[in-house]
């Protein structure tokens, strides 16, 4: 009796929610904000690209760029509305008028957020996506680029290629991931252990900040520049454009993605490359995904990998340092560096690379959790064993083992945000799919096979912080809540925010609470402004009383 009474009240009061937030309509001072927010360009208002709920284009736009099915379902909490910015201008009107009627808005470039936070929220929000801003500049003279944020990695790529074989630029491996988070994260890739991250190739941006000024480097200041460039943009800015410097790459590079099954030794040689693949040298990374196709195959290791040179030269020094892979020339594909992109992109082969333009094209058509580890120490045979017998279990597990080293390690932690350089080894990337999951009845099931494992993997992997990483954003880690006022920065500091910045942390929280001090722009894994810290209270919390 009590318990049919308790349910009905909370049924009644769900439904009470829920209508109320879907009842929850774009303030008329809003609109009436944007339209007498014309800057310089009365012949193109922002309202022109206002899709409100009642729009007919509003849902298709909203799930256009929703990748992961998690976030796809009816009863997911909608945007006010989303906003399409055709004009710098345009950016600017929605962050003023935002803030003046207290709306938080959501920052939307390739909708690649694995936790979905460019595009939902619990609390009323409006997106601001970017996809029109995608305008790409390379000028090869000056071996430089400027990219436009809702351009992706693979409309970059292309771009680059159009105009020299010989220039290529360390972003990941999914052509459609964007480059307004991408590079705004980190940015790791194939390139990394030559160039570093993508933000360490970063040398401009231009950014809007919460009064609706346009800065760049110069006007924005080094500490703001400094904290976009890895820790994440949406806790300072909307950037809408990146400098980059391009880097070099030969005219021919090469390829070998080879697969080992149990029989051929699989978990053998990846316990071995474990002591190889960091140390090798910077023109040779190989990365490991340990994967099945659904219920029905088995597990394999697949070694992936890129040589910025040429097979005969790749094949010299595998026989030199890891003979046990019995790498063969027929393994080996020279192609130029764009296509070893597209190869890398496991996008099925008859494809040419005019469908790194494609941004519809999906890499998965899933609900996806993601976890990451950075690992210090090579892992024991029974840490990989596990990781096989996980892969066996689960239906459709990606295990991804990418190599660190080089260029990574020679980096100094506080140089840009990320901070996981010197002594780390690798990353690994957990993942999980499940399909047909309209109602997310499934979801917890799946999601908790993924945390069994990494709970699992605690005591080989890299602790005192865990390692984290911001692309790979996960809120099991913590989140803020959905408070601006209540964002604590001892929690994240306490969890999410040292295992993704280490002691980059709390550099990025003061930067944070000086360059965005109402935290306006604040999601679940937002940094929160840390508003006390001097020099003294800084020491003062170290104990660090040496020169008193
Ligand atoms: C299939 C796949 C492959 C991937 N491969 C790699 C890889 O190889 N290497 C790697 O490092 N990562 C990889 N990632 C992770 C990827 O880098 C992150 O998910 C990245 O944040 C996605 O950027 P986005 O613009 O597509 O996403 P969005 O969802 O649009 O944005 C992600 C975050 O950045 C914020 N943001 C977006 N644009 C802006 C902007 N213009 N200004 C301020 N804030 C902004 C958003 O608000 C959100 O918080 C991969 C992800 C997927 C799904
Ligand atoms: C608006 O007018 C300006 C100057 O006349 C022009 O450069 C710009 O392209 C126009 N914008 C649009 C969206 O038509
Ligand atoms: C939807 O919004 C767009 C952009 O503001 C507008 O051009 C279009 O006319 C709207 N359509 C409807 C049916 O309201
Ligand atoms: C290269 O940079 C210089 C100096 O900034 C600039 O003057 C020149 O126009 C650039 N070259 C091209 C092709 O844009
Ligand atoms: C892009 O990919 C989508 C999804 O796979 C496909 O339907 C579409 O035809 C592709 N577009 C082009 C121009 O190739």
Not at 266 to 273: F, N, Q, S, T, Y
Not at 351 to 362: D, G, L, P, Q, T
Request: aromatic share 12%; net charge neutral.
């Amino acid at each position: 009796m009590k318990v049919s009474l308790f349910s009905t009240v909370a049924i009644c009061c769900f439904f009470l929610l829920s209508a109320k937030s879907s009842l929850i309509l774009l303030p008329d001072s809003f609109i009436q904000c944007l339209s007498e927010y014309q800057f310089s360009s009365p012949n193109s208002s922002v309202l022109s690209v206002v899709y409100a709920r009642t729009n007919t284009s509003y849902q298709s736009i909203l799930d256009s760029a929703i990748p992961n099915y998690r976030f796809l379902s009816s009863s997911a909490p909608k945007p006010l509305a989303i906003i399409t910015p055709l004009l710098y201008s345009h950016v600017q009107a929605t962050v003023i008028c935002s803030r003046e009627n207290r709306l938080q808005i959501r920052i939307r470039s390739g909708g690649h957020d694995f936790e979905g936070l460019s595009y939902r929220s619990q609390v009323p929000f409006i997106i601001l996506d970017l996809r029109n801003l995608r305008s790409i500049r390379v000028d090869i003279e000056n071996e430089t680029a400027w990219v436009e944020s809702g351009a992706t990695i693979g409309e970059l790529y292309y771009a680059v290629a159009q105009e020299s074989p010989v220039h290529g630029f360390p972003a990941g491996t999914a052509p459609v991931v964007g480059v307004g988070g991408h590079f705004s994260g980190g940015g790791n890739s194939y390139l990394n252990r030559k160039h570093g991250l993508s933000a360490d190739n970063v040398v401009d941006a231009i950014v809007v900040d919460f009064r609706g000024r346009i800065l760049n480097k110069e006007s924005m200041g080094s500490d703001f520049f400094w904290a976009i460039r890895g820790g994440g943009g949406a806790s300072f800015g909307v950037i809408l454009s990146w400098k980059i410097n391009l880097v070099r790459v030969p005219p021919v590079v090469t390829v070998f993605r080879l697969a080992k099954t149990f029989k051929q030794n699989a978990i053998g040689l990846v316990h071995k490359w474990q002591y190889i693949a960091p140390h090798l040298p910077d023109d040779l990374t190989i990365a490991v995904a340990i994967q099945r196709f659904g219920p029905l195959s088995t597990p394999t290791a697949t070694f992936n990998s890129l040589f910025l040179g040429r097979t005969e030269e790749l094949l010299k020094m595998m026989e030199e340092s890891f003979p046990e892979l019995e790498l063969s020339k027929h393994d080996c594909k020279e192609m130029s560096w764009v296509e070893s992109a597209l190869t890398l992109s496991e996008y099925p082969d008859q494809f040419s690379i005019e469908v790194m333009k494609n941004r519809s094209y999906s890499p998965f058509d899933a609900n996806v959790k993601l976890k990451i580890d950075l690992v210090q120490q090579p892992l024991p045979c029974v840490a990989v064993q596990q990781l096989w017998k996980w892969c066996s279990e689960v239906e459709y597990p990606r295990l991804q083992l990418h190599p660190y080293g080089g260029t990574m390690g020679r980096i100094s932690e506080s140089r840009i945000p990320f901070p996981h350089r010197k002594g780390v080894l690798f990353e690994i990337m957990y993942i999980e799919s499940w399909f047909n999951d309209e109602d997310g009845k499934d979801s917890e099931k799946y999601m908790n096979q993924v945390r069994g494992l990494y709970e699992f993997m605690t005591p080989y992997v890299q602790s005192n912080p865990r390692g984290g990483y911001v692309n790979g954003i996960d809120l099991d880690l913590g989140t803020n809540g959905n408070d601006p006022w209540g964002a604590s920065y001892s929690k994240a500091k306490a969890s999410w925010g040292s295992m993704y910045f280490k002691s980059n942390f709390e550099k990025l929280a003061m930067v944070k609470a000086k360059v965005d001090p109402t935290n306006f722009f604040f999601y679940e894994q937002s940094i929160p402004p840390l508003l006390f810290s001097s020099p003294e209270s800084r020491n003062c919390r170290k104990g660090n009383f040496a020169s008193v």
